[in-house]
């Protein structure tokens, strides 16, 4: 909502043009032949015989694949491959004509049927990079591993060395070998390798959808080179994060508010790889409605980013597309669009027995089969003989079958052995690093930070919640959680140059909860920005943002609003260190803010939906002292975090640092539990701002009953150190888990179990969970009846640990109506 | 003045100690060197001798008591001195712990609320948490036996001794929880504690000092085995000892808890019966005042063979070793309170003369019951030797005192073939070792190097005196 884009309610009411026009959208319009192409030197026969080898290789690539799926070997050399593999025979054309413009600075990102793009992608960049640094790529991945088995009685040249690698390390991948280009983590659907340019591909159909967006922000928030390629299928038009990826690369603010370099658009390609069929659905006819998937253009931007629906049976046709949109992006006229017209010929997967086509339309697209046309083409046009292409076809086949020999064999191209070292991929879940900053400029921000007014505002405040003589501060002169949060934050964006944060409502307003005001004034549009309502874009964008190498602070304005960015915070988020093999870092720490008073929708804690999910990790300050220590933590580390804030606390000061919020910078370790207040009797574990409600509680519980409370605020739920817990169950024999979390499945009876587990000797009583009824969240005059109320714990004492001597409590926590409530299923 | 006599503080392992016998009555005169009364741990006796002159002014104790070490037992003194301000019910004596003064354990009277942490510590006697005092309300009076209780409620009753049947549980739905406990260990003596610990007794209504529970207190012994019928025709059920019960379980320890075999050899017994002529002569003609015997130039040899073997002078932790500097010599006695290993610190350090002394006091104290009770436990010694050559056996397989790593059995003389330098067979004496070793700590090649070394230490063993 910035104030210099006033709506004008004279030109919004009353218009000067009634209808919205749209641009013409082409299709087809490539007519070029070989021979034109020669005459005007945009190739060379050499070019052109590379084309045809490299959609020959992939062809006999997935050729190879699917023998060995359908009848268990290749050539006669038996091998089971129970993985997946989803081919993308007949779709030569499209792969290797969207990657002859690409350099390695360009990265592509990929779909589940995208072994014919990285291998397109490989081969071109094996050309076109210099021997040695091709060279020096190959010794330096896995330190040799993989280069040294391709390698194994080969004396040919680096570039023919080079293609051996690319083949061998994609098989090695896809057959889970240490030596494949993931360690064998990715397989087929994740293959990628990123010093050639070529980025995830994704399992989730459409995931690439807003990662590339991601990164095309990234190459333009920190100057680098080249554009990025999202190849998604038809199919994946119809999904939440490709839509809003494409909302988010459509932003107006790129060129009415982004300042100097930054003006302009994102350079982004969504690269619509249409084989017509989404599953066993078809796409035109059947389950869109949008004919050809290059119209959605029409729906984003005044210019339907540049939309073409182009021939992907013609190689040249679709290089051609690809030069011209290359350019636009360049000139930052970006985003684009193509709709690349082919044909899978295998069903979406080896189980896939094409019942929803018949076997003439097979036999026709094959009729039309881009190789073998292309090869006809470059005859007629005296490029070559049969014997030339024949030629190049058994010598790729030698090739693939060497390196498939290579990649079954166990001795060269071993497995990871998870049984003998079973701690082998748990150590690689995180990257557990500590990097200042992922950028290599001056952080780019307007003004030194001690003139920022919130920083002198901030100044000004007592940072404990009482003053010298012990008497509370006034809320607007005490430091509090929201000052925590901005302190680390903004400390970070003058550390690191590639850190950027967005969000619903992340500038002007300062955020929903004003963590951010003061932020507006010291940054750049391009560091800080408003993000369309567009969940699974704002974390995708982040996703793409980290893998490319830069740190990134996402906001999701609810935690209830998880659910909108469910695949980014479940699938990708967590998923890609590890499944990567460890080559990419995720240093995104998602800012999630937990809220009440505002109903079912506004009110639910959700961390444990996210400590469900290995990979990432999870935090939940709630004192201003935490926040800021555990923000640090969080921003220094490599390590993607959930960080959540509640919306309670934002005002509330420090109570329990002993001399308040420290000015300087300092970080507190993720995973340490804190003891709020020592006691003997009986240990509270809170998460969340339930620790004030627990506090309460222990007040209660020693003025009326002279039973000691011990609380401890878990602070991080992953990763999570035991010990402080233990030690204080062996004290006192008794603990209460408590949180806002509904009860019901959350990770307060993952602790709860935990605990019995650990310390089952020293209980005198079983673990008590005390979570929120498993309801919706009733409006703010009824909450009390929802979340967990200082009265329940003394409830939960009297009734399942000790009795509490003359105790009337207050709700009904008895056995009977346990079980009655879980037989009612609430 | 008066003096008073304490119950002195055998080892370190040692609560208290039971009264065998006063020697001395009230009114007694008593010379310095005189016994004034005779007790004994589980593991020993002894006598307390009087270092004072005097008369018996008090016995504060009877005959059979248990009582806590450094508490007062008597006094002696000029008649008509003043005494009672010794009596142990009116000193604030809480050097035994379970055995605390004067005040009753009150914790079950403590009315909620009104009591705060710390002043009922005095009351409790053990009850290291009298905080839990003031949780609530006293524990209902029935004791259901089978009633659930807490898993900390169970460790804490078999730390107590506190059998949980007898305890009545004031947690939800009458579960037995810590408090209960805390409030039903009643102070224990020492061997009340021991014998408890061992199961199947109870403890009954304390006697003994603020209501503690003695060992004569405890009741129902259930006994561990089936009966059968025959029971006192045909055969009579006799308790072990408590001594017996020590052994059994230490025994039954060993085998159960190391991985132990035997190995075999005989050593030529020509050297050290030459030597043991010698000695004799030497005794005889008063130049020494030791009788070195076979078993003490044996285990003068099997000293010089662990020194050149530290792996074997050594304890098995099953997941790490304690290798020794000194050695520390454990001696098999046969008593006839049954088997005692006395050891022998530093015995490394000790010429054979001091060596052979030191075998015989230890060997004859333990006959007596008055050796000090910290050097019979297994962990004392570095390794032990067992000699069963005096009745005549001539091969045996040890048992292992575990932690220590190995033991050396010694059987007697026996005469066996041997070629000669003259290529001809003539009788020698041959001693016969059976080493059995913990296999975990030591492998066969090492045991059997050692072995061979004691017989070779034996066999060119030189001693001067």
């Known amino acids: 909502m910035p104030k210099s884009l006033y709506i004008d309610p004279e030109i919004t009411l009353r218009p000067k043009e009634h209808e919205i026009k749209f641009p013409e959208i082409p299709v087809m319009q490539y007519k070029k032949t070989v021979k034109d192409e020669l005459k005007e030197g945009n190739f060379t026969k050499e070019d052109l015989l590379r084309i045809y080898r490299d959609m020959f290789t992939i062809r006999e690539f997935e050729t190879m694949l699917n023998l060995v799926k359908t009848t268990g070997g290749y050539n006669g050399v038996e091998y089971n491959n129970p993985g997946p593999a989803h081919l993308s025979a007949g779709q030569e054309a499209a792969a290797v004509g969207m990657a002859y413009n690409l350099d390695t600075d360009d990265f592509i990102f990929g779909s589940h049927r995208s072994h014919g793009e990285i291998l397109a992608k490989g081969l071109r960049s094996i050309e076109i990079l210099p021997e040695k640094e091709l060279e020096k790529i190959m010794n330096e991945f896995w330190g040799g591993a993989t280069v040294n ?132 659905g078809q796409t035109k006819g059947e389950t869109m409605g949008y004919t050809f998937p290059a119209r959605l253009g029409a729906g984003f931007n005044p210019e339907a980013w540049h939309a073409e629906r182009v021939n992907g049976y013609d190689p040249l046709a679709v290089i051609d597309a690809f030069r011209r949109k290359k350019a636009l992006l360049e000139k930052k006229e970006g985003p684009a669009l193509l709709d690349v017209v082919t ?90 690093g500590s990097v200042d900053s992922f950028g290599d400029a001056k952080p780019e921000v307007l003004m030194p930070l001690e003139e920022n007014p919130r920083v002198k505002q901030i100044a000004g405040k ?50 929903a909860f004003a963590v951010y005001r003061g932020l507006t004034e010291a940054l750049p549009y391009h560091r800080l920005f408003n993000s369309p309502i567009a969940e699974a874009a704002i974390i995708g964008t982040a996703i793409g943002y980290a893998m490319c190498g830069g740190r990134v602070i996402p906001e999701i304005m609810y935690c209830d609003f998880l659910g909108c960015c469910g695949d980014e915070i479940f699938n990708q988020l967590p998923k890609w260190q590890a499944m990567s093999g460890n080559i990419l870092k995720m240093p995104v720490v998602v800012r999630v803010s937990v809220g009440s008073k505002y109903g079912a929708q506004h009110s639910q804690d959700w961390t444990s939906l996210c400590t469900h999910i290995p990979g990432l990790k999870v935090v939940f300050p709630v004192t201003p002292y935490d926040a800021k220590g555990l923000m640090n933590s969080a921003l220094q580390g490599t390590d993607p975090v959930i960080f959540f804030e509640s919306q309670r606390l934002y005002g509330i000061g420090e109570q329990f640092h002993e ?25 509270f574990l809170t ?16 003025e009326k ?42 990770f307060l009876n993952d602790l709860a179990a935990n605990i019995a587990d650990l310390c089952f000797d020293y209980l005198d009583a079983a673990p008590v969970v005390l979570g929120s009824r498993n309801w919706i969240t009733p409006c703010h005059e009824l909450e009390e009846a929802f979340f967990p109320q200082p009265e329940w714990f003394l409830d939960v004492i009297n009734e399942k640990m000790v009795p509490l001597p003359g105790y009337v409590p207050t709700g009904n926590f008895t056995n009977a109506q346990q079980i009655l409530r879980a037989k009612k299923g609430v | ?212 529970v003695k060992g004569g207190d405890l009741k129902t012994w259930k006994p561990n085995h089936t009966d059968i019928p025959g ?43 030459a030597l043991r002529k010698k000695a004799k002569k030497a005794l005889e003609e008063g130049k020494i005042d030791a009788n070195i015997t076979i078993n003490d130039f044996v285990c003068f040899a099997v000293i010089k063979a662990l020194q050149k073997f530290p792996n074997v002078n050594s304890h098995c932790l099953g997941d790490a070793m304690r290798l020794f500097k000194a050695v520390n010599l454990g001696c098999a006695v046969d008593t006839e309170r049954g088997l005692m290993v006395p050891v022998i610190k530093g015995a490394d350090a000790l010429d054979i003369i001091s060596l052979s002394k030191e075998l015989k006091k230890a060997a004859d104290a333990c006959k007596k019951g008055s050796f000090n009770p910290d050097l019979l436990a297994a962990e004392a010694g570095s390794f032990t030797v067992s000699n069963l050559g005096g009745y005549g056996v001539e091969w045996f397989t040890p048992i292992i005192n575990v932690p220590q790593s190995a033991i050396l059995g010694v059987g007697t003389l026996v005469p066996r073939p041997k070629l000669n330098a003259e290529g001809q067979y003539e009788f020698v004496p041959y001693l016969g070792l059976s080493l059995t070793y913990d296999h975990r700590a030591i492998d066969g090649g090492e045991a059997t190097r050692f072995l061979k070394q004691v017989a070779t230490e034996i066999e060119t063993l030189e001693v001067e005196f």
């Open chain 1, 687 to 702: 998460i969340g701002a339930t620790l004030y409600r627990a506090l309460k509680a222990a007040d209660m519980l020693k």
């Open chain 1, 343 to 432: 044909y899978r010929y295998s069903g979406h997967s080896p189980s896939d027995q094409s019942s929803y086509r018949t076997k003439e339309e097979i036999a026709a697209w094959e009729a039309e089969d881009c190789i073998i046309a292309f090869g006809k083409k470059l005859i007629e046009a005296g490029v070559a003989t049969q014997k030339d292409l024949d030629a190049i076809q058994a010598k790729m086949k030698e090739t693939i079958f060497e390196m498939y020999k290579l990649a079954i064999d166990p001795e060269v191209s071993p497995r990871m052995d998870l049984v003998k070292d079973n701690e082998l991929l748990g150590d690689m879940m995180y990257s557990n």
């Open chain 1, 462 to 511: 007592s940072r404990f919640y009482l003053d010298a003589e012990g008497k509370p501060v006034s809320s607007m002169k005490m430091y509090n959680f929201r000052d925590g949060v901005f302190e680390a934050i903004v400390d970070r964006f003058y550390k690191d140059s590639s850190l950027v944060a967005y969000g619903e409502e992340n500038r002007e307003w300062g955020g």
């Open chain 1, 659 to 683: 001399g308040g919020v420290p000015e300087g910078y300092y970080e507190i370790p993720l995973g340490e539990p804190d003891v709020k207040r020592a006691g003997k009797d009986v240990t």
């Open chain 1, 149 to 280: 088995v391709a390698k194994k009685g080969f004396k040919g040249s680096t570039k023919e060395l080079g293609v051996r690698f690319l083949i061998y390390g994609a098989i090695a991948e896809i057959f889970a070998r240490t030596t494949g280009f993931n360690k064998g983590l990715g397989g087929s659907m994740h293959t990628f390798f990123t010093p050639f340019g070529i980025y995830p591909n994704n399992a989730i159909v459409g995931g690439s959808g807003s990662i590339a967006v991601g990164a095309a922000l990234y190459k333009k928030v920190n100057c680098k080179k080249g554009i990025v390629v999202a190849n998604l299928g038809d199919g994946a038009m119809a999904r939440g994060p490709v839509l809003e990826g494409m909302t988010f690369a459509s932003m107006d603010q790129f060129h009415t508010l982004w300042e100097g370099d930054m003006k302009g658009g994102l350079p982004v390609l969504i690269n619509v790889m249409d084989n017509q069929y989404a599953m066993g």
């Open chain 2, 1 to 212: 003045m008066a003096q008073v006599v304490i119950m002195p503080k055998q080892g370190q392992s040692v609560e208290s100690c039971i009264v065998s016998e006063f020697k001395k009555k009230v009114g007694d005169s008593v010379k310095v060197g005189d016994i004034l009364f005779g007790y004994e741990t589980d593991k020993a006796t002894f006598e307390e001798e009087s270092q004072v002159e005097g008369t018996v002014l008090a016995i504060f104790y009877k005959d059979g008591d248990e009582i806590p070490v450094l508490s007062n037992v008597m006094v002696i003194g000029q008649p008509g001195e003043s005494f009672a301000e010794f009596a142990p019910s009116a000193a604030s004596n809480d050097a035994g712990k379970g055995a605390a003064g004067g005040t009753e354990p009150s914790e079950t009277h403590a009315t909620f609320g009104t009591v705060r942490g710390g002043t009922v510590s005095a009351a409790n006697g053990g009850v290291e948490r009298s905080e839990t005092v003031s949780e609530g309300s006293s524990p209902s009076a029935a004791a259901i036996p089978g009633a659930p209780a807490s898993p900390r409620a169970r460790k804490l009753a078999e730390e107590k001794g506190v059998n949980l049947d007898t305890v009545a549980g004031s947690g939800p739905g009458g579960r037995i929880i810590e408090r209960d406990v805390l409030a039903a260990a009643v102070p224990l003596t020492g061997l009340a504690k021991a014998k408890m610990a061992e199961g199947g007794l109870v403890a009954g209504a304390g006697s003994g000092l603020a209501g503690t």
């Open chain 2, 231 to 273: 029971e006192g025709t045909e055969f009579e059920t006799v308790k072990m000892s408590n001594m017996r019960k020590l052994i059994a379980k230490s025994m039954y320890n060993s085998l159960q808890n190391s991985a132990q075999l035997t190995h075999m050899l005989g050593a030529d017994a020509r050297k050290i019966q």
């Open chain 1, 705 to 746: 009953y002279g039973l000691e409370a011990e609380v401890i605020d878990a602070r991080t739920l992953v990763p999570f150190n035991y010990e402080k817990v233990i030690e204080s169950v062996k004290k006192t024999g008794r603990i209460i888990i408590a949180g806002d979390a509904s009860a019901r499945g959350s």
